[in-house]
Each structure stands twice: as structure tokens, then as C-alpha cells.
């Protein structure tokens, strides 16, 4: 599902001036997509209640809208593991929980996607890539190489968005499998989405 | 300052609050704790974990937060809070006024050959709880310190901490179900009932 607006945003990332800051395709603080608020609503629809996150710049809105939800609970965290052992609490519980967080952030999740693993919880993480198009910063490269083979080699399925108008369709695949099959579903929304950070 | 050693049995102490669980929903830290709660009866309402070190204090935020009106109790290790003491934040920021975390603290890692942790060498973990927001944390180093916690682990408005200063004498192995589906499914069940298949 193509929205206007996403088309619009895809369409200035193509005009010259945007090129001209090579090698950034765009930055959720300068241009709004509208994927994220979109992604808001299939959290919505799909009964998501608890929202634990650490912070990254490609989540910024999604942050922003999740905190306005009265019907959402959201749960900054100090590191992402946190997130993954909270998905076992409230499934145990009875509520569905998400996690947000970016590339490196997998790195800290390793050992405690074990339990996810053995305990066949159902768990969504939406990855927004750092480290792999268009990066400034070298020290984001090593775990954004990692990043689908650790999933991987921790059973997670992992399912990548490396445009903006797929994100919406594959996030909400991805929630139905994650809880229809209780496995673990990683999609990793891809830094051509969220855009290469800019340091000037 | 000077060390105080420790005097309290964690078979015990363990039993005594559990006596009293009620409809308490308990997550156990692996290890010992998990003996622990298993040796004072086994119930579907426990999910003892043996992995996931440092996860307890979050498995517990979780539930806590999902199910409001039942009390839920964290039981761990003192090895295992320090692998997550940022979770310490992490429930002091949201508060759960249902969530207890309690600590059998024996100032070693007992599973792995009794090395000491950092709560023998002067870490103060209910100080640190204290100050990520719970509402009321504590060092319980007596019987008579432990009669006064108990009420207020099952009842006092959360979050709850108690660091509970146990021996290092280790007790026979009661070990809960170890597979992870048959776990899950068994808590659910029981506290979720047909919704569980959902
Ligand atoms: C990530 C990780 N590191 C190390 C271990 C090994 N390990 C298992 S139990 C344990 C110590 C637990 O100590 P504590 O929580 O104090 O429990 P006690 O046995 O003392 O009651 C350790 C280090 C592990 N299981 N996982
Ligand atoms: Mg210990």
C-alpha cells in the first residue's frame, strides 16, 4: 500500500538539491515520511500494548507517536536486552509488546533471544538500520554487517524493508507471523528508508 | 564499613513469603531461585527461567504491566539482578504498583562455584533500587527484619525491592519443568485459561 505522500517523499529524494548533500538521501528530521504513522496504526490494529524502545532517530516519530497513545504503554529502556525479556513477561501475561531499536542494538540482545527462542514467544523487533547506505560513522559498520546473521543464528526470521512505501505491508506480515506462529520476526528497515545521519 | 554476615536461609525465607503468595504470579532467576520456589511447591503460576541471566526484573515488568490487578513477584539472584541493574531504571520509570523484586542475596554467584559478586564488596543494591525510583527498597537481615518485609513484598503499593541477605549454604536440587514451551504454556493456562490458545 502506497500512500501520496510516501510517493512525494520517494520523489525528493530524488530532486538535485537533496543529491547535493551526497551522501544523504534524506532525514526524518528535515523531511516527514508518513511510513511511521502508518506503522502506528497496524501496531494499533494488531493489539500491540506494551512499546519498549531505545531510542533511534529513524524511530524518533514513531516514538512520539506511540508516547501520545493512551492505549499503548511506552517502555524506554536502558539497553535492549531489557526489551527482549519484557516480551516474555507480558506474553506470559496476556498483552502483545513490540520492541524498536536500531542496528547496534542487536548486538545487546544476543543471549536473551535464546529464551525467546526456547520459549517459542511470539516477539516483533523493528530494526531501523545504521551502518550500511550512505553511513558517516565507521563504528557503525561492524554490527550493521552483523546484524542479519546473528538474528539469524539466534532463530529469529528476519525480513528486510529497503524502501519506504513496503515498510507499512511488511511490518504488519511480519506482526501476524510473529504471533499467529509465536516465533521471533526482526524486520530491518533499511538506512536508504530512514536516511544516513548527517554530521554538519 | 564493615561487613555483616549474612544468617538467613533462603529455603526458608523463600517458603515463609510464598506461604502467603495467594494469586501471586512468580518469576524465578535461574538457579537456585528456581529451586528455591520449586521446593516450596511447585504451581503453574511460577516461571522459573534457566537462562536468560539478567532478564528476571524485565520478565517480571512485563507481566507486572500486563496483569495490574495481580501481584507479582520477582525472586532472583543477586548474580543475576547485577547482569541487569539498568532494568532497576527501566521499572522505576514505569512505575508498576503490583511489581516486587526480591533478591536472595548470598554475595556469590552460588551456580557457578561461589565466586563472590560485588554485594560482598560493598554494592548496595537496595540503595541502587531505592534510587531508580522504587517506592520502598530494603535490606533484610533478620528474622525479625524479614516478619515486617513480607506484608509489604505481598501488598505494599510497588514497585518493591528487597535485597535479602542469605547463606551461601547451598540446598538439595528441586528442580521445576525445563522445557521452555511447556513452561510458557502451563503459566498461560492457568492464568489466562481458552485465551491462551488464541
Ligand atoms: C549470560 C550468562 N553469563 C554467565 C552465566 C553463568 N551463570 C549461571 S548462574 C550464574 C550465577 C548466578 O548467581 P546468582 O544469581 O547470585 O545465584 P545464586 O546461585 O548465587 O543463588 C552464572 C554466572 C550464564 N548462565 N549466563
Ligand atoms: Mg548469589
Redesign the interface.
Known amino acids: 500500500m502506497t500512500t501520496q505522500s510516501e510517493k512525494a517523499d520517494n520523489m525528493k529524494i530524488a530532486t538535485p538539491e537533496r543529491k547535493n548533500r551526497s551522501p544523504v538521501t534524506s532525514h526524518p528530521s528535515r523531511s516527514s515520511p508518513s511510513w511511521p504513522d502508518q506503522l502506528h496504526r497496524v501496531l494499533t490494529d494488531q493489539r500491540m500494548?506494551?512499546v519498549a524502545y531505545v531510542p533511534d532517530s529513524g524511530h524518533a516519530r514513531l516514538i512520539e507517536l506511540v508516547r501520545a497513545d493512551r492505549q499503548m504503554?511506552a517502555?524506554?529502556?536502558?539497553?535492549e536486552?531489557?526489551?527482549?525479556?519484557?516480551?516474555?513477561?507480558?506474553?506470559?501475561?496476556?498483552?502483545r509488546?513490540v520492541l524498536l531499536l536500531q542496528s547496534s542494538g542487536v548486538g545487546n540482545c544476543i543471549?536473551?533471544l535464546?529464551?525467546i527462542q526456547?520459549?517459542?514467544?511470539p516477539l516483533l523487533m523493528l530494526v531501523t538500520m545504521r551502518g550500511e547506505w550512505g553511513e558517516f560513522n565507521p563504528w557503525q559498520v561492524p554490527m550493521a554487517q552483523a546484524t542479519a546473521p546473528s538474528l539469524a543464528a539466534m532463530g529469529v526470521v528476519v525480513q528486510t524493508a529497503d524502501r519506504a512505501e513496503e515498510v507499512v505491508e511488511i511490518v504488519a506480515a511480519a506482526g501476524r507471523l510473529a504471533f499467529n506462529t509465536c516465533r521471533a520476526v526482526a524486520v530491518l528497515i533499511g538506512q536508504r528508508v530512514v536516511g544516513a545521519k548527517q554530521f554538519k | 564499613m564493615k561487613h555483616r554476615k549474612p544468617v538467613l536461609d533462603r529455603r526458608q525465607v523463600v517458603a515463609e513469603i510464598l506461604k502467603r503468595r495467594g494469586d501471586a504470579l512468580v518469576v524465578a532467576g535461574l538457579g537456585a531461585p528456581c529451586w528455591d520456589i520449586t521446593a516450596a511447591g511447585d504451581n503453574p503460576l511460577n516461571f522459573c527461567t534457566w537462562g536468560g541471566m539478567g532478564g528476571a526484573a524485565m520478565i517480571g515488568l512485563g507481566m507486572a504491566l500486563a496483569q495490574p490487578r495481580r501481584r507479582v513477584l520477582v525472586i532472583t539472584g543477586d548474580g543475576e539482578i547485577l547482569m541487569g541493574l539498568g532494568s532497576l531504571a527501566t521499572v522505576g520509570v514505569q512505575q508498576p504498583r503490583n511489581l516486587a523484586v526480591i533478591v536472595m542475596d548470598n554475595e556469590h554467584y552460588g551456580e557457578t562455584g561461589m565466586q563472590v559478586t560485588h554485594t560482598r564488596l560493598g554494592v548496595d543494591l537496595a540503595g541502587m533500587a531505592k534510587a531508580a525510583g522504587f517506592r520502598a527498597a530494603g535490606t533484610v537481615y533478620s528474622q525479625a527484619q524479614l516478619a515486617a518485609w513480607i506484608p509489604r513484598l505481598h501488598r505494599q503499593r510497588g514497585p518493591v525491592f528487597a535485597a535479602i541477605k542469605v547463606t551461601t549454604e547451598t540446598a538439595p536440587l528441586v528442580l521445576p519443568i525445563r522445557e521452555g514451551p511447556a513452561l510458557k504454556q502451563r503459566f498461560r493456562e492457568a492464568l489466562l485459561g481458552a485465551r491462551a490458545f488464541e
Do not use: D, F, K
Not at chain 1, 517502555?75 to 539497553?79: E, G, Q, R, V
Open positions: 500494548r506494551q504503554r517502555i524506554p529502556l536502558t539497553t536486552e531489557e526489551g527482549v525479556a519484557l516480551a516474555v513477561g507480558a506474553w506470559l501475561g496476556g498483552e509488546s543471549n536473551m535464546g529464551m526456547e520459549c517459542r514467544v
